[in-house]
């Protein structure tokens, strides 16, 4: 099976612009979840998505948005961006996302740069 | 809020030696902690989890304990070589389902 895909790999925006992340989950995979990764905060949860739905949210604020599609591909949009939102973008799928633990396959991340 | 800390960022160990790392919890005890793997400019590879209920766990020379009174789960590379250079992440369940808070890990490096 293939991993998790994330598209773009490297970006660069400036300050005030929006961005937009992909991820492909693993096929048959049907929970997604963001994470930021900085030096100096670690990985942060963002939101996680299970059938379209967002059923977990961490303490972002709202310029930081996420969707899932029917066919489990997830995208998160980051508006307005800021110096501090320079960061790498991690995706990580798990099967069924069930409340009991589950392994997560992380992708290999979009590394966001903003100017 | 549920934190989770891994106390050293860096830990230098000669090739052959046993290498301990340690994750500490506040508040309420996790249902589970898991260990996870990160090589530069790679996303984490899950390695172990251990639920509250377990003390110990092993595959292959990696072994996790999981101790409720203190607080603290050990993570222990038995015979490491230099392959096992890489940052090691600790990471707790925070809420339902796939919500999960990481440490910010520890950066292990096997010197031959």
């Known amino acids: 099976k293939a991993g998790v895909t994330q598209t773009p790999r490297y970006l660069i925006k400036t300050r005030g612009q929006q961005v937009t992340l992909s991820c492909s989950p693993i096929?048959?995979?049907?929970?997604v979840s963001w994470y930021q990764q900085t030096p100096g905060q670690g990985l942060q949860f963002l939101f996680e998505?299970?059938?379209?739905?967002?059923?977990n949210k961490g303490n972002f604020p709202g310029r930081f948005s996420g969707r899932q599609f029917s066919n489990s591909r997830s995208e998160m949009n980051v508006s307005t961006l800021e110096l501090g939102d320079s960061a790498l973008y991690l995706c990580?799928?798990?099967?069924?996302?069930?409340?009991?633990?589950?392994?997560?396959?992380f992708g290999p991340g979009t590394r966001l740069l903003v100017l | 809020s549920q934190k989770i800390e891994q106390n050293s960022e860096a830990l230098n160990i000669q090739e052959g030696k046993t290498a301990t790392l340690t994750c500490n919890y506040t508040n309420y005890s996790p249902a589970y902690l898991q260990w996870y793997r990160q090589d530069p400019g790679r996303g984490p590879v899950f390695l172990l989890l251990?639920?509250?209920?377990?003390k110990e766990k092993r595959k292959e020379r990696l072994k996790v304990t999981f101790d409720t009174t203190l607080k603290q789960s050990l993570f222990h590379i038995t015979a490491s070589q230099p392959a096992d250079s890489a940052t090691y992440l600790c990471a707790r369940n925070s809420g339902g389902y796939q919500k999960v808070t990481f440490g910010i890990g520890t950066k292990l490096q096997v010197i031959p």
């Open positions: 251990i639920r509250e209920n377990e």
């Open positions: 998505y299970f059938s379209e739905t967002q059923r």
């Open positions: 096929s048959g995979h049907r929970s």
């Open positions: 990580a799928s798990s099967h069924t996302g069930d409340i009991t633990p589950e392994t997560q396959y």
